[in-house]
Nanobody
Framework: QVQVVESGGGLVQPGGSLRLSCAASGRILGINEMSWYRQAPGKQRELVAHINTGGYTNYADSVKGRFTISRDNAKNTGNLEMNSLKIEDTAVYYC?????????????????WGQGTQVTVSS
């Protein structure tokens, strides 16, 4: 059984910083890709940041220069460092991991989601 768990959300003032963490556990052979999404009330879930196995990253235009995604392949963990937070960054943030697990004599690759962590930016 694979689990993905986020942590680190909370309430912060505009201009402040938060660090979100994502930890995957279970029978994991590796994580191909890791992404952070967010969903604000009444809006669709959107991709915030993505990182592949080689460390290549890409970001939504709205967070470029303010957010930094990273990962630790050995620990099956990832982080999203968020700086200069704005009110419009308020949302539930979700970690998505494309995880390789053993199945029989082979492997299977599936997307796993965490339960989400609330980030509220407010004065």
């Amino acid at each position: 059984q694979v689990q993905v768990v986020e942590s680190g959300g909370g309430l912060v003032q505009p201009g402040g910083s938060l660090r979100l963490s994502c930890a995957a556990s279970g029978r994991i052979l590796g994580i191909n890709e890791m992404s952070w999404y967010r969903q604000a009330p009444g809006k669709q879930r959107e991709l915030v940041a993505h990182i592949n196995t080689g460390g290549y990253t890409n970001y939504a235009d709205s967070v470029k220069g303010r957010f930094t995604i990273s990962r630790d392949n050995a620990k099956n963990t990832g982080n999203l460092e968020m700086n200069s937070l704005k009110i419009e960054d308020t949302a539930v943030y979700y970690c998505n991991a494309r995880i390789v697990t053993p199945q029989g004599l082979g492997v299977i690759v599936d997307d796993y989601w965490g339960q989400g962590t609330q980030v509220t930016v407010s004065s």
